[in-house]
Protein backbone atom coordinates (compact mmCIF):
# COMPACT_ATOMS: atom_id res chain seq x y z
CA UNK A 1 0.00 0.00 0.00
CA UNK A 2 1.05 3.34 -0.64
CA UNK A 3 1.54 5.80 1.81
CA UNK A 4 2.06 9.32 1.91
CA UNK A 5 2.15 12.19 4.82
CA UNK A 6 -1.13 14.07 4.18
CA UNK A 7 -0.16 17.61 3.02
CA UNK A 8 -0.97 20.05 5.54
CA UNK A 9 -0.79 17.52 8.39
CA UNK A 10 1.37 14.81 10.07
CA UNK A 11 -1.14 12.25 9.25
CA UNK A 12 0.58 9.16 7.27
CA UNK A 13 -2.17 7.94 5.27
CA UNK A 14 -2.81 5.15 2.60
CA UNK A 15 -3.84 6.17 -0.86
CA UNK A 16 -6.59 4.08 -1.17
CA UNK A 17 -8.98 4.00 2.00
CA UNK A 18 -12.22 2.54 3.34
CA UNK A 19 -16.14 4.28 3.44
CA UNK A 20 -18.87 3.44 5.83
CA UNK A 21 -21.33 4.77 4.12
CA UNK A 22 -22.94 1.26 3.42
CA UNK A 23 -22.47 -0.49 6.84
CA UNK A 24 -25.66 -0.08 8.66
CA UNK A 25 -27.42 -3.09 8.21
CA UNK A 26 -24.02 -5.28 8.42
CA UNK A 27 -23.51 -7.55 11.75
CA UNK A 28 -20.36 -6.98 13.99
CA UNK A 29 -18.87 -10.28 12.23
CA UNK A 30 -19.50 -8.87 8.98
CA UNK A 31 -17.80 -5.22 10.02
CA UNK A 32 -14.88 -6.92 11.69
CA UNK A 33 -14.10 -8.92 9.10
CA UNK A 34 -14.61 -5.77 6.36
CA UNK A 35 -12.27 -3.31 8.30
CA UNK A 36 -9.59 -6.22 8.99
CA UNK A 37 -9.66 -6.79 6.01
CA UNK A 38 -8.99 -3.26 4.83
CA UNK A 39 -6.23 -3.03 7.68
CA UNK A 40 -4.81 -5.75 6.47
CA UNK A 41 -3.89 -4.74 3.27
CA UNK A 42 -2.84 -1.28 4.99
CA UNK A 43 -6.10 0.77 4.72
CA UNK A 44 -5.82 2.42 8.12
CA UNK A 45 -7.58 5.47 6.91
CA UNK A 46 -11.74 5.07 7.72
CA UNK A 47 -14.54 7.63 5.92
CA UNK A 48 -17.79 8.26 7.72
CA UNK A 49 -20.28 11.27 8.08
CA UNK A 50 -23.05 11.97 10.66
CA UNK A 51 -25.58 11.01 7.75
CA UNK A 52 -24.42 8.12 6.73
CA UNK A 53 -27.31 5.10 8.08
CA UNK A 54 -30.80 4.86 8.53
CA UNK A 55 -30.64 7.58 11.53
CA UNK A 56 -27.96 10.47 12.03
CA UNK A 57 -24.11 8.83 13.54
CA UNK A 58 -26.27 5.22 12.26
CA UNK A 59 -22.60 4.26 10.11
CA UNK A 60 -20.66 5.95 13.09
CA UNK A 61 -22.21 3.72 15.72
CA UNK A 62 -22.31 0.74 13.33
CA UNK A 63 -18.99 0.84 13.49
CA UNK A 64 -18.30 1.59 17.05
CA UNK A 65 -19.83 -0.77 18.71
CA UNK A 66 -19.03 -4.12 16.18
CA UNK A 67 -15.40 -2.70 16.79
CA UNK A 68 -14.96 -2.13 20.48
CA UNK A 69 -11.41 -0.43 19.81
CA UNK A 70 -9.12 0.05 22.52
CA UNK A 71 -7.00 3.12 22.84
CA UNK A 72 -4.07 1.95 21.00
CA UNK A 73 -6.30 0.46 18.37
CA UNK A 74 -7.71 3.61 17.96
CA UNK A 75 -4.57 5.45 17.72
CA UNK A 76 -3.52 3.44 15.01
CA UNK A 77 -6.49 4.32 12.54
CA UNK A 78 -7.27 7.49 10.99
CA UNK A 79 -11.02 8.71 11.45
CA UNK A 80 -12.17 11.13 9.26
CA UNK A 81 -16.02 11.85 9.31
CA UNK A 82 -18.13 14.73 8.00
CA UNK A 83 -20.93 17.57 8.88
CA UNK A 84 -23.19 20.05 7.15
CA UNK A 85 -25.88 17.96 5.87
CA UNK A 86 -29.80 17.91 7.77
CA UNK A 87 -31.38 14.57 5.74
CA UNK A 88 -34.69 16.26 7.34
CA UNK A 89 -34.94 18.57 4.44
CA UNK A 90 -32.78 18.36 2.74
CA UNK A 91 -30.86 21.50 3.68
CA UNK A 92 -27.04 22.29 4.40
CA UNK A 93 -25.79 23.90 7.90
CA UNK A 94 -22.63 25.23 8.20
CA UNK A 95 -23.52 27.21 11.56
CA UNK A 96 -21.57 27.33 14.36
CA UNK A 97 -23.82 25.53 16.20
CA UNK A 98 -24.89 22.68 13.25
CA UNK A 99 -20.99 22.15 12.94
CA UNK A 100 -20.08 21.94 17.13
CA UNK A 101 -23.21 19.66 18.09
CA UNK A 102 -22.55 17.67 14.83
CA UNK A 103 -18.95 17.06 16.20
CA UNK A 104 -19.88 16.12 19.31
CA UNK A 105 -22.36 13.69 17.97
CA UNK A 106 -19.50 11.75 16.20
CA UNK A 107 -17.19 12.18 18.67
CA UNK A 108 -20.15 9.99 21.13
CA UNK A 109 -20.92 7.27 18.10
CA UNK A 110 -17.48 6.65 17.10
CA UNK A 111 -17.01 6.41 20.91
CA UNK A 112 -13.39 8.56 20.40
CA UNK A 113 -11.94 11.64 22.06
CA UNK A 114 -11.03 13.22 18.80
CA UNK A 115 -11.49 13.34 15.04
CA UNK A 116 -8.13 13.05 13.07
CA UNK A 117 -10.32 15.18 10.02
CA UNK A 118 -13.67 17.42 9.88
CA UNK A 119 -14.70 17.53 6.43
CA UNK A 120 -17.88 19.98 5.09
CA UNK A 121 -19.99 17.38 3.53
CA UNK A 122 -21.73 19.89 0.87
CA UNK A 123 -21.93 23.57 0.15
CA UNK A 124 -23.90 25.55 2.04
CA UNK A 125 -25.64 28.19 0.51
CA UNK A 126 -25.99 30.31 3.43
CA UNK A 127 -22.09 29.69 4.45
CA UNK A 128 -20.84 32.57 6.54
CA UNK A 129 -17.00 31.87 6.92
CA UNK A 130 -16.44 33.39 10.21
CA UNK A 131 -18.77 31.44 11.79
CA UNK A 132 -17.13 28.21 10.44
CA UNK A 133 -13.95 29.72 11.48
CA UNK A 134 -15.18 30.21 14.97
CA UNK A 135 -16.32 26.05 15.04
CA UNK A 136 -13.26 24.99 13.60
CA UNK A 137 -11.07 26.98 16.27
CA UNK A 138 -12.99 25.55 18.79
CA UNK A 139 -12.62 22.07 17.65
CA UNK A 140 -9.38 22.24 17.27
CA UNK A 141 -8.31 24.19 20.35
CA UNK A 142 -9.93 21.54 22.11
CA UNK A 143 -8.49 18.46 20.46
CA UNK A 144 -11.23 17.21 18.95
CA UNK A 145 -10.89 17.60 15.40
CA UNK A 146 -7.00 17.44 14.30
CA UNK A 147 -7.65 18.65 10.69
CA UNK A 148 -9.99 19.78 8.12
CA UNK A 149 -11.09 20.23 4.86
CA UNK A 150 -14.25 20.10 2.51
CA UNK A 151 -16.23 17.87 0.03
CA UNK A 152 -17.68 18.66 -2.98
CA UNK A 153 -16.40 22.60 -2.84
CA UNK A 154 -15.46 24.29 -6.06
CA UNK A 155 -12.12 26.62 -6.42
CA UNK A 156 -14.45 29.76 -5.17
CA UNK A 157 -15.89 28.15 -2.27
CA UNK A 158 -12.88 26.61 -0.63
CA UNK A 159 -11.09 30.33 -1.34
CA UNK A 160 -13.91 32.37 0.63
CA UNK A 161 -13.56 29.89 3.33
CA UNK A 162 -9.97 29.91 3.29
CA UNK A 163 -9.97 33.71 4.10
CA UNK A 164 -11.20 33.06 7.52
CA UNK A 165 -10.21 29.90 8.46
CA UNK A 166 -6.56 29.50 10.39
CA UNK A 167 -6.03 25.88 9.46
CA UNK A 168 -5.32 24.37 6.39
CA UNK A 169 -8.25 22.56 4.20
CA UNK A 170 -6.40 19.88 4.01
CA UNK A 171 -9.04 17.48 1.40
CA UNK A 172 -11.65 17.70 -0.81
CA UNK A 173 -13.67 14.96 -1.62
CA UNK A 174 -15.24 14.94 -5.22
CA UNK A 175 -17.13 12.33 -6.87
CA UNK A 176 -14.51 10.31 -9.56
CA UNK A 177 -14.50 7.35 -11.70
CA UNK A 178 -13.27 6.35 -14.82
CA UNK A 179 -16.63 6.68 -16.16
CA UNK A 180 -17.64 9.65 -13.78
CA UNK A 181 -14.84 11.70 -14.53
CA UNK A 182 -15.83 15.45 -15.63
CA UNK A 183 -12.98 17.24 -13.23
CA UNK A 184 -10.37 15.11 -15.15
CA UNK A 185 -12.12 14.96 -18.72
CA UNK A 186 -13.38 18.58 -18.84
CA UNK A 187 -9.46 19.87 -18.98
CA UNK A 188 -8.29 16.71 -21.85
CA UNK A 189 -11.30 18.39 -23.96
CA UNK A 190 -10.91 22.30 -23.23
CA UNK A 191 -11.51 24.79 -26.08
CA UNK A 192 -13.79 22.79 -27.79
CA UNK A 193 -17.25 24.13 -29.26
CA UNK A 194 -20.16 21.71 -28.92
CA UNK A 195 -18.71 18.97 -27.08
CA UNK A 196 -20.35 18.63 -23.62
CA UNK A 197 -17.22 17.48 -22.09
CA UNK A 198 -15.48 20.60 -22.79
CA UNK A 199 -18.05 22.64 -20.79
CA UNK A 200 -16.22 23.29 -17.22
CA UNK A 201 -18.79 22.19 -14.56
CA UNK A 202 -16.02 22.04 -11.56
CA UNK A 203 -14.55 25.29 -12.37
CA UNK A 204 -10.54 23.87 -12.07
CA UNK A 205 -11.29 22.20 -9.18
CA UNK A 206 -8.29 19.36 -9.88
CA UNK A 207 -5.66 21.93 -10.79
CA UNK A 208 -6.72 23.83 -8.09
CA UNK A 209 -6.03 21.23 -5.46
CA UNK A 210 -3.07 20.50 -6.99
CA UNK A 211 -1.95 24.05 -6.96
CA UNK A 212 -2.96 24.47 -2.89
CA UNK A 213 -1.44 21.17 -1.78
CA UNK A 214 -5.47 20.08 -1.46
CA UNK A 215 -5.67 16.10 -1.46
CA UNK A 216 -8.88 14.96 -3.86
CA UNK A 217 -10.97 11.66 -2.08
CA UNK A 218 -12.13 10.21 -4.80
CA UNK A 219 -15.63 8.94 -3.44
CA UNK A 220 -17.78 6.36 -5.74
CA UNK A 221 -14.69 5.29 -7.42
CA UNK A 222 -16.82 2.59 -8.99
CA UNK A 223 -19.93 3.64 -9.52
CA UNK A 224 -20.63 4.77 -13.65
CA UNK A 225 -22.96 7.53 -12.50
CA UNK A 226 -24.61 9.16 -9.47
CA UNK A 227 -25.42 5.77 -7.42
CA UNK A 228 -26.58 4.07 -10.70
CA UNK A 229 -24.39 0.95 -10.18
CA UNK A 230 -20.82 0.35 -10.78
CA UNK A 231 -19.32 0.02 -14.53
CA UNK A 232 -17.11 -3.15 -13.70
CA UNK A 233 -19.13 -6.46 -15.08
CA UNK A 234 -21.90 -3.99 -16.75
CA UNK A 235 -23.03 -4.43 -19.85
CA UNK A 236 -23.58 -0.78 -20.40
CA UNK A 237 -19.48 -0.32 -20.17
CA UNK A 238 -18.87 -3.58 -22.12
CA UNK A 239 -15.83 -1.47 -24.34
CA UNK A 240 -14.80 -0.32 -20.89
CA UNK A 241 -14.91 -3.92 -19.41
CA UNK A 242 -13.15 -5.52 -21.63
CA UNK A 243 -10.09 -3.36 -21.68
CA UNK A 244 -10.12 -3.30 -17.67
CA UNK A 245 -9.55 -7.20 -18.03
CA UNK A 246 -7.01 -7.59 -20.49
CA UNK A 247 -5.06 -5.05 -18.10
CA UNK A 248 -5.92 -6.72 -15.16
CA UNK A 249 -4.70 -10.25 -16.71
CA UNK A 250 -1.37 -8.04 -17.86
CA UNK A 251 -0.59 -6.92 -14.22
CA UNK A 252 -1.88 -9.99 -12.86
CA UNK A 253 -4.90 -8.65 -10.63
CA UNK A 254 -8.49 -8.50 -10.37
CA UNK A 255 -10.38 -5.61 -12.67
CA UNK A 256 -11.44 -3.67 -9.17
CA UNK A 257 -7.59 -3.15 -8.95
CA UNK A 258 -7.59 -1.84 -12.50
CA UNK A 259 -10.46 0.68 -11.80
CA UNK A 260 -8.53 2.08 -8.80
CA UNK A 261 -5.05 2.42 -9.92
CA UNK A 262 -7.24 4.51 -12.77
CA UNK A 263 -7.10 6.86 -10.32
CA UNK A 264 -4.00 6.35 -8.45
CA UNK A 265 -1.99 6.83 -11.19
CA UNK A 266 -2.65 10.22 -11.52
CA UNK A 267 -0.38 12.68 -10.61
CA UNK A 268 -2.61 14.23 -8.37
CA UNK A 269 -1.91 11.85 -5.53
CA UNK A 270 -5.32 11.57 -4.82
CA UNK A 271 -6.88 8.90 -2.41
CA UNK A 272 -9.84 6.52 -3.74
CA UNK A 273 -12.64 6.17 -1.15
CA UNK A 274 -13.95 2.45 -1.34
CA UNK A 275 -17.61 1.99 -0.54
CA UNK A 276 -17.71 -1.75 -1.03
CA UNK A 277 -18.44 -3.93 2.07
CA UNK A 278 -16.93 -7.12 0.46
CA UNK A 279 -13.96 -7.96 2.11
CA UNK A 280 -12.99 -9.58 -1.19
CA UNK A 281 -13.52 -6.47 -3.39
CA UNK A 282 -11.20 -4.26 -0.85
CA UNK A 283 -8.08 -6.96 -1.00
CA UNK A 284 -8.56 -6.24 -4.90
CA UNK A 285 -8.85 -2.89 -4.93
CA UNK A 286 -5.96 -2.28 -2.57
CA UNK A 287 -3.59 -3.99 -5.07
CA UNK A 288 -4.35 -0.73 -7.40
CA UNK A 289 -2.86 1.21 -5.06
CA UNK A 290 0.48 1.12 -6.87
CA UNK A 291 -0.09 -0.23 -10.25
CA UNK A 292 2.29 1.78 -13.24
CA UNK A 293 -0.14 2.08 -15.58
CA UNK A 294 1.64 3.51 -18.82
CA UNK A 295 -0.27 6.71 -20.15
CA UNK A 296 -1.47 4.72 -22.99
CA UNK A 297 -2.80 2.56 -20.95
CA UNK A 298 -4.30 5.02 -18.88
CA UNK A 299 -5.89 6.68 -21.42
CA UNK A 300 -7.19 3.54 -23.04
CA UNK A 301 -9.37 3.37 -20.34
CA UNK A 302 -10.39 7.13 -20.85
CA UNK A 303 -11.35 6.66 -24.00
CA UNK A 304 -13.33 3.56 -23.57
CA UNK A 305 -15.30 4.89 -20.79
CA UNK A 306 -16.67 7.38 -23.05
CA UNK A 307 -14.43 10.12 -22.82
CA UNK A 308 -13.26 12.04 -25.95
CA UNK A 309 -9.23 12.75 -26.76
CA UNK A 310 -9.99 15.54 -29.04
N1 LIG B 1 -18.47 13.14 -0.04
C1 LIG B 1 -19.58 12.70 -0.59
O1 LIG B 1 -20.46 13.48 -1.00
C2 LIG B 1 -19.76 11.22 -0.73
C3 LIG B 1 -20.88 10.71 -1.42
C4 LIG B 1 -21.00 9.32 -1.52
C5 LIG B 1 -20.07 8.49 -0.93
N2 LIG B 1 -19.02 9.02 -0.24
C6 LIG B 1 -18.00 8.15 0.39
O2 LIG B 1 -17.44 7.37 -0.63
C7 LIG B 1 -17.54 5.98 -0.29
C8 LIG B 1 -17.69 5.18 -1.55
O3 LIG B 1 -18.94 5.46 -2.19
P1 LIG B 1 -19.73 4.32 -2.96
O4 LIG B 1 -20.09 3.25 -2.01
O5 LIG B 1 -20.82 4.95 -3.73
O6 LIG B 1 -18.57 3.80 -3.93
P2 LIG B 1 -18.23 2.50 -4.77
O7 LIG B 1 -17.11 1.82 -4.08
O8 LIG B 1 -18.01 2.99 -6.15
O9 LIG B 1 -19.53 1.57 -4.77
C9 LIG B 1 -19.70 0.54 -3.86
C10 LIG B 1 -21.04 -0.09 -4.09
O10 LIG B 1 -21.02 -0.78 -5.35
C11 LIG B 1 -21.36 -2.15 -5.11
N3 LIG B 1 -20.70 -3.02 -6.10
C12 LIG B 1 -21.33 -3.94 -6.87
N4 LIG B 1 -20.48 -4.56 -7.67
C13 LIG B 1 -19.27 -4.05 -7.40
C14 LIG B 1 -17.98 -4.31 -7.92
N5 LIG B 1 -17.77 -5.23 -8.87
N6 LIG B 1 -16.95 -3.62 -7.41
C15 LIG B 1 -17.15 -2.68 -6.46
N7 LIG B 1 -18.34 -2.39 -5.92
C16 LIG B 1 -19.41 -3.07 -6.41
C17 LIG B 1 -20.94 -2.41 -3.69
O11 LIG B 1 -21.63 -3.55 -3.24
P3 LIG B 1 -21.05 -4.48 -2.07
O12 LIG B 1 -21.01 -3.63 -0.83
O13 LIG B 1 -22.04 -5.56 -2.00
O14 LIG B 1 -19.67 -4.92 -2.49
C18 LIG B 1 -21.38 -1.12 -3.03
O15 LIG B 1 -22.79 -1.12 -2.84
C19 LIG B 1 -18.71 5.90 0.70
O16 LIG B 1 -18.60 4.82 1.58
C20 LIG B 1 -18.53 7.20 1.43
O17 LIG B 1 -17.55 7.04 2.45
C21 LIG B 1 -18.85 10.36 -0.15
New binding site residues.
Given amino acids: MKTFTLPGTDIVAPNVVL ?4 IQDKTDDEVRTLVRTARDAGITFL ?3 DV ?1 GSSLHGCERRFAEAMRLTPSERAELVLQT ?1 CGIVPDGPYFDFSYEHIVESVHGSLEALGTDYLDIL ?1 L ?2 PDALVEPDEVARAFDELADAGKVRAFGV ?2 HTPGQIELLRRSVRQPLVAN ?1 L ?1 L ?1 VTHASLVAQGVAANMVGLDQSISRDVGVLDYCRLNDITVQA ?5 AGF ?1 T ?2 F ?2 SPEYAELDAVIDRLAARYDVPP ?1 AIATAWITRHPAGMQV ?6 PE ?1 VTGAALGSDIPLTRAEWYEMFRAAGHTVP
Avoid: C, E
Wanted: positive net charge; glycine residues 12%; aromatic residues 12%.
Fill in positions: GLMRDHAYKLHRSNQQSWSPFQFGPLGIVLGTTTR
